[in-house]
């Protein structure tokens, strides 16, 4: 059996799969289709995203936009489906299956996740024209362009950093971190005032993966070093990257995350942070909404603050090698009923997104901004992290392949960090499935 009947018969498998899932899933969109219209004469345009909170940050700025479409299109209601990340790749897998995805979805632009989506007929074409207008930065719009055609847009710029605590680092006596030894020699110091010293989303995987890329660059000192594992230029196995692995674990070991890491989801590790439990936050840029959301106390948002990802000791990598990649990305659904609506839609978000998420503070956009004099300091710091960059990452690894790969890497790195697997392991799964999925391609 050669790779062609190997790779069709798992396709078959996974869309299997897919169906007895939709068959248990009871909150599928009502039959029928998308952009459903009501008796009143309404049209319902459907959304769907992985914002479960529209009420503070960029949630928020998506029901601003919603309301002044609404209010140019009194006929349209907007009926959207929020879930975290996990849980809304999974439903998107379900809804496109059943060819039920909502007319208008954010989704990622990665190839594995994507592609599959493009490939069935169930992405609309953009005209790449009606969104040059609109200030993207250089490459942003690119990362949604397959064999010369546009599928979506990206509405964020996003960074990989530490949110910092001021006045937790000043009542441990810690000064602020250059490097990770620095954060490893604050462990104990944090923990004597009993506050963790870092948290981060370990329970869904990706954020460790972020953290594994990041740390072999800091070793290796090149981001494409990642690409030439998966691309079979280079393996996992390599070195580098087994003394990365190493290093994560390491600093697993010395106490520098919570102790919950591989249980605790986003919303946890957010809450810990912003409640002042924890002096630290790895997460991404789009956490720069963290200055102004009320949820929080203001003397937390008083002391907020973000620093570049630190350098290794001894490693390659500078602080101004920063791992970054454009996304929050809206398509539309080429099975909807009111496509030029949905369209139309897209291209106002466009047009408004990257204005209105300034001005709220809410993420840094992929849209070229205009600092202001009342700009939070995290906005500021942030500015200036984008500004010093000599070298940018471009698409994170686990986002590189296939869908398997990904899903591997994510349950690997759980694993690394929960000690259950030694470094070395970690590298032999992990380079095996990149030759596997290289196969596939």
């Known amino acids: 059996m050669d790779t062609k009947e190997v790779h069709t018969i798992m396709t078959r498998r996974i869309a299997l799969v897919f169906v007895c899932a939709l068959l248990a899933v009871s909150t599928v969109f009502a039959a029928g289709g998308t952009g459903k219209k009501k008796s009143d004469g309404k049209v319902i345009l459907k959304m769907g995203d992985n914002l479960p909170d ?59 996740m994507m592609k599959p989506l493009i490939d069935a007929g169930l992405v609309e074409k953009m005209n790449l ?50 490097t990770w030894e620095d954060i490893i020699a604050s462990v104990p110091k944090f ?13 869904e995987g990706w954020p460790l993966c972020e953290l594994y890329d990041n740390i072999a660059q800091r070793i290796n000192g090149d981001f494409k070093r990642v690409d030439s594992a998966i691309t079979r230029k280079a393996k996992y196995t390599d070195p580098d990257f087994v003394q990365a692995a190493a290093y994560v674990q390491k600093l697993v070991k010395a106490g520098v995350f919570q102790e919950n890491l591989s249980t605790s989801d986003y919303g946890d590790a957010r809450n810990m942070f912003g409640q002042e439990r924890a002096a630290m936050y790895m997460m991404g840029s789009w956490e720069m909404s963290l200055a102004t ?29 920063v791992l970054a990649w454009f996304g929050g990305n809206y398509i539309v659904s080429a099975t909807s009923k009111h496509k030029a609506l949905a369209y139309e839609y897209v291209k106002y978000l466009g047009k408004r997104f990257g204005e209105i998420a300034w001005e709220t503070q809410a993420c840094f956009p992929a849209q070229k901004v ?14 200036k992290i984008a500004a010093d960059a000599k070298s940018t990452s471009g698409t994170p690894g686990l986002d590189r392949s296939d869908s398997v790969f990904k899903e591997d890497h994510q349950e690997l790195i759980r694993q690394l960090c929960a000690l259950m697997i030694t470094p070395e392991d970690f590298a032999k799964k992990l380079d095996a499935s990149a030759a596997r999925a290289a196969t596939q391609q």
């Open 54 to 112: 529209h009420k503070n940050g960029y949630g928020a700025v998506i029901e601003k936009i919603n309301a002044e479409f609404k209010a140019l299109h009194p006929e349209v209601e907007i009926v959207t489906e929020s879930y975290q990340d996990q849980p809304w790749q999974e439903k998107v897998k379900i809804y496109a299956t059943a060819n039920q995805l909502p007319d208008v979805l954010k989704y990622w632009s990665f190839s594995g």
């Open 370 to 383: 205009t600092p202001r004099a009342n700009d939070t300091l995290v906005s500021k710091q942030l500015l």
């Open 293 to 321: 959301d009320k949820n929080f106390s203001d003397r937390f948002r008083a002391n907020l603050d973000v620093i570049k990802f630190p350098v290794v000791k001894g490693g390659k990598g500078t602080a101004n090698d």
């Open 129 to 178: 024209a009606d969104f040059k207008s609109y200030g993207y930065m250089a490459g942003s719009l690119e990362g949604n362009v397959y064999d010369g055609t546009l599928y979506g847009i990206p509405i964020s710029g996003d960074m990989w950093l530490i949110y910092i605590n001021k006045d937790l680092f000043k009542k441990a006596g810690v000064p602020v971190p250059t």
């Open 191 to 203: 923990k004597a005032i009993g506050v963790t010293p870092m948290v981060t989303n370990g329970k």
